[in-house]
């Protein structure tokens, strides 16, 4: 099966979706069956990590959504794989997977959310000082260079397939991060919901030599497999199919698998 081509680019997967294991509205069935309806060859079912509050998925959890997983796979025939959103969550870049945590799963995810607990008591003070500033889009030289550090030592940590929503919340140097997600191998995620990297975040990503994926982050099941944002920013800055991990006649190669 063709993928469909929007915008010029043939995405063929969804790699971040929530369902009702988070706070997402739509059951893992229900996703699995909206990516079909779209044409897609594959989704990834990644709800939130532990610290995320009250919704947060514990892996006590995992084997159920594994079950769920391979009978939505079975019954609609496409790949649906199995991954969280971990919490970006310390100047450290910790996350809130374990070792264990990760071997159990398809592909991971990992982004900052605002609403994580934070690790100690100083990183309230470092990685998430000036959260308002960020979001206003005013952080200081410093605090850039400090969010900054905090997501490459979790891509330098930890096997992160993909960096979830990249400016969202906290301002980033994305040429520099994007030099070490290309160095580990760490794909940078344009994001149709938060509608983020912008203009300029994209730009440095380019330059940086980083690859990318198109995701919807849907957490309702019709925004499934939609990325209007995405592709609209995606083509206006020429950015070559070649280096959309998700899209094209390619095959999905996840750094967490190898
Ligand atoms: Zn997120
Ligand atoms: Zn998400």
């Known amino acids: 099966?063709?993928?469909?081509?929007?915008?010029?680019?043939?995405i063929f997967a969804d790699l971040h979706t929530h369902t009702t294991y988070s706070h997402g509205k739509g059951s893992v069935e229900d996703n699995v069956r909206a990516a079909k309806f779209r044409g897609l060859k594959c989704v990834a079912i990644t709800d939130h990590g532990?610290?995320?509050?009250?919704?947060?998925?514990?892996?006590?959890?995992?084997?159920?959504?594994?079950?769920?997983v391979q009978a939505a796979a079975e019954k609609f025939g496409i790949d649906v794989l199995l991954g969280i959103e971990a919490n970006i969550y310390g100047m450290s870049g910790e996350i809130d997977l374990s070792d264990g945590d990760i071997s159990m799963l398809d592909i991971v995810l990992a982004g900052f959310h605002a609403s994580?607990?934070?690790?100690?008591?100083?990183?309230?003070?470092?990685?998430?000082?000036?959260?308002?500033?960020g979001r206003l889009g005013k952080s200081s030289k410093e605090q850039i260079a400090r969010n900054t550090k905090a997501y490459i030592n979790c891509i330098k940590r930890f096997p992160i397939d993909i960096l979830t929503h990249p400016g969202f919340w906290l301002q980033l140097?994305?040429?520099?991060?994007?030099?070490a997600c290309a160095d580990y191998g760490t794909y940078v995620e344009i994001s149709s919901r938060h509608r983020v990297p912008d203009e300029e975040g994209l730009?440095?990503?380019?330059?940086?030599?980083?690859?990318?994926?198109?995701?919807?982050?849907?957490?309702?099941?019709?925004?499934v497999g939609r990325w209007e944002y995405a592709l609209n920013l995606a083509a206006?800055?020429?950015?070559?199919?070649?280096?959309?991990?998700?899209?094209?006649?390619k095959p999905l190669v996840l750094r967490s698998k190898n």
């Open 116 to 133: 994580a607990r934070p690790q100690k008591v100083s990183d309230i003070f470092m990685f998430q000082s000036g959260l308002v500033a």
């Open 50 to 68: 532990i610290r995320h509050p009250l919704v947060g998925v514990s892996r006590k959890k995992f084997p159920a959504m594994r079950k769920d």
């Open 173 to 179: 140097d994305t040429y520099e991060l994007g030099k």
């Open 203 to 223: 730009e440095g990503f380019m330059k940086s030599g980083a690859m990318f994926v198109i995701n919807s982050d849907a957490h309702l099941v019709q925004n």
């Open 236 to 249: 206006a800055a020429g950015l070559d199919e070649a280096r959309i991990a998700n899209a094209g006649n």
């Open 1 to 10: 099966m063709e993928s469909p081509v929007e915008n010029g680019y043939r």
